[in-house]
């Protein structure tokens, strides 16, 4: 039997990129707790994998940076 969901993965190197719901919008979620949004995924990526450039842990979504 299999389980409902599938496990979910921690740790360094994990990153989360989530749909902003009725937007065109993603946020994007670093190992770090960083969290930003973006319209662009490749600028999404950009950030996420240029870690630690432009990443504040625990500062919730930064709207304002570009």
């Known amino acids: 039997m299999t ?8 740790g360094e190197g994990v990153f989360r990129i989530h749909w ?3 937007t065109d919008r993603l946020l994007a ?5 960083a969290e930003r949004e973006f319209e662009d995924p490749v ?3 950009d950030w996420l994998l240029g870690h630690p450039d432009g990443h ?3 500062a919730g979504p930064d709207k304002e940076e570009r």
Do not use: I, M, N, S
């Open 43 to 45: 600028e999404l990526w």
């Open 56 to 58: 504040r842990p625990g």
């Open 29 to 33: 979620v670093c190992h770090c707790t």
């Open 3 to 10: 389980p409902p969901h599938p496990a979910v993965l921690t």
């Open 20 to 22: 902003v719901l009725g």
